[in-house]
């Protein structure tokens, strides 16, 4: 899909979520071993979105499991696992972030988020279908071999680590951790309305990384 742009690095798919509740409960270290391979990649970029080192953000993580095994018996299930976990994840992020940087320069107080894409992209006011592409943007080929999509990979990743901290995890949640937008919702505390425009702005952002690369990609094929 032309909007999904960032490859999904989930793997297949889990249990149903009793099965896994019941497995965390008695103790499954397979089971346990399981959520670790399939979430922790992504559960490291949403915690480096809200802390100053990779060492933190691979802290937060473990703090997180070691909440979740202890929390576990308490899952009421008023949400996904998945949800419960991510939630745990970022709430715990968070409060390290605020530890790490007490005091904020005054500049980034007042400083306004730029737009992702230049305005006149896009269709104005007084036009039929206003904020929408004024050109649909050109398809990218699709990359072939594994050397170039590791390369892709790369660029994505580099592409995702400059957005703001919002966008970056808006954006791994949805596009690399495969969220529904109302679980995205529901794990930051945000409106249906935010989380749209924190997609769309860091979607873009990451277009307008890529688009030189993939123009010579397309030229040299």
Known sequence: ??????????????????????????????????????????????????????????????????????????????????????????????????????????????????PTVDRSSFQGVDDPLPGHWKYLPAIWPTPEGELLAAEVRVRIGAALAELPPRQRTVITLRDVEGCTSEEVCEILDISAANQRVLLHRARAAVREQLEDYFETARRSA
């Open 1 to 114: 899909m032309e909007e999904a742009i960032v490859e999904s690095f989930t793997g297949g798919r889990l249990p149903p979520d009793d099965v896994v509740v019941a497995a965390l409960r008695a103790g499954d270290e397979a089971m346990f071993a399981t959520l670790l391979d399939t979430w922790s990649r992504g559960m490291l970029w949403l915690a480096r979105s809200h802390v100053s080192t990779n060492d933190s953000a691979e802290e937060v993580v473990q703090d997180t499991w070691l909440a979740v095994i202890k929390g576990i018996d308490g899952f009421e299930g008023r949400s996904s696992v998945k949800t419960w976990i991510y939630r745990i994840l970022v709430n715990t992020a968070r409060k390290r972030g605020v530890r790490e940087n007490r005091t904020v320069p005054w500049s980034s107080v007042f400083e306004q988020e730029r």
